[in-house]
């Protein structure tokens, strides 16, 4: 078969797969991500039938697809906004930082994988998935609910932080040494500032000149200089996909808003081909070795990212409900994690297949945790009370006093006041009814 028409072939077929496991996940409530995960790996090498013409456009699309992932993630931030969260939510940040890139590093070191496999999977196990948890919480209902902003302050913080951790990583991949990765991380602080400094203070007159009525010339103008500074961005070591994100952050107004428009499906095309393309990087044979690992790894870091959120919700006075459920919303791993594993696989093939079987358990198990992990918690924490209630009355002696005989006929307790009103329940007593989206 000639090679065009082996190309088109295996394309078309890889799009109408991907197409057909869109839907399904859709029917079934699940993020598609582990399913083209799944499907990388069928068609990779040593799956069921790999693919050979396609493998370079493939791994094109997959660039195309991370830029745009952080191109779309972008627009949905200002750079006031951005400001905003790091002054408020900072501390929330540094121990989001401390407890959940603790475990990938130690567990990179035990594997002995050396410092830089050690710091790739500290990233891996830091970042949650902006798109699986935006997805969840829409599906759920609580975009509404007062704990919401506290879970978007810290994805932002997160994505923010790639801005400095992805340059600093590959630096560290290229072995440029401390000095090259001191140069490239001032390069990347002062390209990210230089950015935000020019969105605060002159993001209208940007957004001025991409603007344009014509859909086309939008798409365009927005998607070239998109990929254009995420090339100078990558020439700069400071990472394509950190380049995408700050020219989203750049635009506002109604041009990010018909961009986003515009751009968001050809994200989800090159989106899933990137996924796609990361399983098909990866040996399925790979896998099973380090099941146990990434599942050991994935049960602590559930536990980690429930502990962020929790520490998150409380700082903004939010109840214990509102905490538990902003702590299952961002277990979720996806995207970023992907991205991390994909930059790190050169230098040190053993991460693709852990990271791979630690996403695939953390997508799967994030949507869950989101639902769950509140009215589980509220049953245990009631147990809990109920067993110390017990234990005291047991250790005091003391039996509830038998009724002494039937109540008087006539009610003997006094009227309250006309002025004197029950007190309102607060957040934490509201039933869901009572409470509805913006119960905490």
Not at 76 to 86: F, G, K, M, P, R
Not at 120 to 129: D, E, N, P, Y
Not at 192 to 198: E, K, R
Not at 351 to 361: D, E, K, N
């Amino acid at each position: 078969m000639h090679d065009t028409t082996a190309l088109l072939v295996e394309l078309g077929s890889v799009i109408l797969g991907l197409g057909i496991i869109g839907r399904f996940a859709g029917r079934i409530g699940l993020s598609p991500i582990p399913l083209y995960l799944l499907a990388g790996l069928a068609f990779g090498e040593g799956g069921l039938l790999p693919l050979g013409a396609s493998e370079e456009f493939t791994a094109i699309g997959a660039e195309i697809g991370v830029i745009l992932l952080l191109l779309l993630l972008g627009l949905e931030y200002s750079a006031s906004e951005l400001v905003t969260s790091l002054k408020t939510q900072y501390p929330s940040g540094v121990v989001d930082f401390v407890l959940n890139a603790t475990p990938g590093a130690a567990a990179g070191l035990m594997l002995g994988w050396g410092p830089v496999g050690a710091v790739a999977l500290a990233g891996v196990t830091w970042i949650s998935s902006s798109g699986v948890i935006a997805k969840v919480m829409t599906d759920m209902g609580r975009l509404g609910n007062r704990e919401t902003p506290v879970i978007l302050g810290v994805l932002v913080i997160e994505d923010l932080a790639m801005a400095v951790y992805l340059p600093l990583l590959t630096a560290m991949l290229a072995g440029v040494g401390l000095a090259g990765g001191s140069i490239a991380l001032l390069i990347a602080l002062g390209t990210v500032g230089f950015v935000l400094y020019l969105a605060l203070r002159h993001g209208r007159l940007i957004s001025r000149a991409v603007s344009s009525d014509n859909p086309e010339m939008l798409l365009l103008v927005v998607l070239g200089l998109t990929v254009l500074v995420a090339g100078l961005a990558q020439q700069l070591q400071v990472s394509a996909a950190v380049g995408a994100f700050l020219v989203g952050i750049a635009l506002s107004g109604e041009v990010a808003e018909g961009a986003r428009k515009l751009l968001t499906p050809l994200r989800d095309l090159f989106a899933a081909v990137f996924f796609v393309f990361f399983g098909l990087s990866t040996d399925p044979a790979e896998i099973p070795p380090v099941l146990l690992p990434a599942a050991l790894l994935a049960i602590v870091t559930v536990f980690t990212k429930i502990g962020t959120g929790w520490y998150a919700s409380r700082r903004a006075g939010i109840g214990p409900r509102g905490r538990w459920r902003a702590g299952g919303t961002l277990v979720a791993r996806g995207e970023f994690s992907i991205v991390i594993a994909g930059l790190a696989v050169a230098t040190e093939p053993r991460i693709g297949p852990i990271a791979t079987a630690y996403v695939l358990i953390l997508v799967i198990v994030g949507p869950l945790t989101a639902r769950w992990t509140e009215p589980v918690a509220s049953k245990l924490q009631a147990a809990l009370a109920g067993r110390r209630e017990k234990s005291a009355a047991a250790a005091e002696g003391t039996k509830p006093e038998p009724a002494e005989g039937p109540e008087p006929a006539v009610a003997t307790e006094k009227r309250k006041p006309a002025d004197t009103q029950e007190p309102m329940p607060s957040h934490d007593d509201l039933t869901p009814e009572h409470a509805g989206r913006d119960s905490d």
